[in-house]
């Protein structure tokens, strides 16, 4: 019987030294050295055309800063995905994401999708960015970590590969833990508490301690939806929509 693959993370990057990094610990980790999922980290300085292994020029038209060139990108992306699809066909279908501010927001549904696809290639850019044309020319998904700017893609790959990583089978301790946690369906998280028992005169909600588990997943529900109201408006109101009629 043939043994399924691993999920693969290909990652193009003008600073390899910076993987796996916190990729390499914790439950990612342990996750790594397992072999449950595999990192190939791509320098792109190494499809370079010149000496100075130049992957950047100045912008069209002016203004500050330096664009990272199509032909130099292509080249990455190109021999990256093809050498990975003559081990595994299945790469052809997976993810060429490229991280932008101005990109579809990651979110744990996209995290699904990933991790779905059995692994994806992620280019982290520098500089003001990538020459569009490289975005047209190549089926690239972008994804943005959220509304602000990093120097760069990579801490958003690390987040990325971090999100999928956990919900891979084996990976975290209780297989429930991947399902009871914030945006698992819609909702953030309920409150989590842990002994003692009393702490600075604040105790445990008596619920939690009563061993009833109908009560207790009840309040729980309750308090992810109160906590989702007042705290992400936008969650809430998707989360209503879809709630079916009369369901408490």
């Known amino acids: 019987m043939a043994t399924a693959m691993p999920w693969k993370a290909r990652v193009l990057t003008l600073y390899p030294a910076m993987f796996p990094g ?5 439950l990612a980790g342990r996750a790594l050295s397992e072999g449950r999922w595999s990192l190939a980290v791509v320098d792109i300085r190494d499809f370079a055309r010149d000496k100075h292994r130049t992957v ?5 038209g002016g203004g500050p800063g330096m664009v990272m060139r199509p032909d130099v990108l292509a080249a990455a992306i190109d021999e990256t995905v093809a050498a990975a699809q003559a081990e595994d066909p ?3 279908q997976q993810p060429l994401i490229y991280f932008s501010p101005r990109g579809r ?3 744990q549904a996209l995290v699904h999708e990933v991790k779905a696809a059995g692994g994806a290639t ?11 044309r490289l975005l ?9 970590l959220g509304d602000f700017v990093l120097s760069g893609g990579e801490i958003a790959a690390y987040a990325l590969i ?4 956990r919900l891979l089978p084996g990976v975290m301790g209780a297989e429930e833990s991947g399902t009871e946690e914030s945006f698992a369906d819609g909702l953030l998280e309920y409150p989590q508490y842990t002994r003692p028992q009393v702490w600075e005169d604040r105790a445990v909600p008596e619920v939690l301690l009563s061993g009833h588990h109908e009560k207790i997943a009840a309040w729980r529900r309750d308090q992810a939806e ?3 109201a007042a705290r992400r408006p936008d969650l809430w109101e998707s989360y209503r929509r879809r709630k079916p009629a009369g369901k408490n």
């Open 22 to 26: 916190p990729l390499g610990q914790s």
């Open 56 to 60: 950047d020029d100045t912008p069209c």
């Open 90 to 92: 299945a790469v052809a």
């Open 105 to 107: 927001r990651l979110d």
């Open 122 to 132: 992620l280019l982290c850019g520098r500089f003001e960015g990538v020459d569009e």
């Open 136 to 144: 047209d020319a190549r089926p690239i998904v972008e994804v943005s």
């Open 162 to 165: 971090d999100a999928v990583v």
């Open 226 to 228: 109160k906590i989702t």
